[in-house]
């Protein structure tokens, strides 16, 4: 491959990641005829053609997949269910498409933050372990190759035999930015949508049946956990930008035009923020899936349909009989 061909490759790879894309703000250079946007799509070119000038498949790291939301009005339980798993099918999709086009195709690497900050948002170490065992069998049903792997922050070698706890004091010491600078720079105006989409999880989260405080108490602690879950998904993203200094950095959060790193959607959801580890599946009479709230779907009358007896993802009346 000469030059221009790995330019022209590598740029094939980014539209086909950028189809996908998961936008906030305007993209200034959006082409008015459709199409991806030329910045973001240039501002990831020069790794994917370091991997393609290599012939090696191109790393797409994809900081994920935590473990399920303690809201139980959001969520079916602690498992991943139908939601995770065409997240994952979605997923992929997107490394069959990248090899018709590069046949030596990518890998996306899943590094689930669960471990990272499951003590800040309320979700047990054991059942962030049971989630990941999960994430690991839906993977292995996937047709393969699907080009898909976990990292998870007990995979680092040097943490090897720690605790749980240690092992994040240990991330903590070496990459987390200090709160108050994070919090001034909040306040400055930098990453105010990621600190407000946070805010409301948390706050979400928090509001359970079975909460008897005041909402203003719970909206300061939203608040105050929101800027701990930044700092530790930031020292989560700096040690992983170490780690696999080539890759490209994906986000599940829509991030500003041309930045590092490039937001992309795992499902089509009406909610730009919904996630699978933050809502159900909901199957439709037509046979598609969206994603949302456990209660909202349960609000329109859906039922739950269970596989391999648990359930997994809810289903209209018109459609249960159907599943
Ligand atoms: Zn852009």
């Known amino acids: 491959m000469d030059d221009t061909d790995?330019?022209?490759?590598?740029?094939?790879?980014?539209?086909?990641v950028l189809r996908h894309q998961r936008t906030a703000s305007a993209h200034d250079a959006r082409p008015p005829a459709g199409g991806p946007c030329p910045a973001c799509r240039d501002a990831h070119l020069p790794q994917v053609e370091r991997y393609v000038a290599a012939g090696e498949p191109v790393l797409l790291v994809l900081p994920a997949f935590p473990g399920k939301s303690p809201n139980t009005a959001k969520v079916l339980g602690v498992l991943p269910d139908t939601a995770e798993r065409l997240a994952l099918e979605f997923l992929a999709g997107l490394t069959r498409r990248i090899?018709?086009?590069?046949?030596?195709?990518?890998?996306?690497?899943?590094?689930?933050d669960g471990r990272?900050?499951?003590?800040?948002?309320?979700?047990?170490?054991?059942?962030?372990?049971?989630?990941q065992q999960e994430m690991r069998h839906l993977i292995d049903a996937l047709?393969?190759?699907a080009g898909i792997d976990l990292f998870n922050l007990e995979d680092i070698p040097e943490l090897a035999g720690l605790g749980h706890d240690r092992m994040r004091e240990v991330l903590c010491e070496q990459y987390a930015e200090p709160l108050e600078q994070l919090r001034e720079r909040v306040r400055a105006g930098e990453e105010?949508?990621?600190?407000?989409?946070?805010?409301?999880?948390?706050?979400?989260?928090?509001?359970t049946p079975e909460y008897t405080g005041s909402r203003a108490a719970l909206q300061r602690d939203a608040r105050t956990r929101a800027y701990a879950v930044m700092q530790r998904s930031k020292a989560w993203?700096?040690?992983l930008?170490?780690?696999?200094?080539?890759?490209?950095?994906?986000?599940i959060h829509p991030q500003p035009c041309g930045a590092e790193k490039l937001g992309i959607h795992l499902v089509d959801t009406p909610d730009n923020w919904l996630t699978p580890w933050h809502s159900v599946a909901l199957r439709t009479a037509g046979g598609d899936y969206v994603l949302m709230k456990r209660q909202e779907a349960e609000e329109l009358g859906a039922e739950?349909?269970?596989?391999d007896g648990r359930p997994a993802h809810y289903a209209l009346p018109a459609a249960v009989a159907a599943a």
């Open 116 to 131: 990272v900050f499951g003590d800040v948002v309320g979700i047990p170490d054991s059942d962030i372990t049971a989630y």
């Open 192 to 207: 105010v949508a990621l600190y407000r989409a946070m805010t409301r999880f948390l706050f979400e989260d928090g509001n």
């Open 241 to 251: 930008g170490d780690r696999f200094p080539g890759a490209v950095r994906l986000s």
């Open 99 to 112: 090899r018709e086009v590069y046949a030596p195709g990518a890998r996306i690497l899943i590094c689930s």
């Open 6 to 16: 790995v330019r022209r490759t590598a740029q094939r790879v980014m539209e086909l």
């Open 237 to 239: 993203g700096d040690l």
């Open 143 to 145: 047709p393969q190759p």
């Open 304 to 307: 739950p349909v269970l596989v």
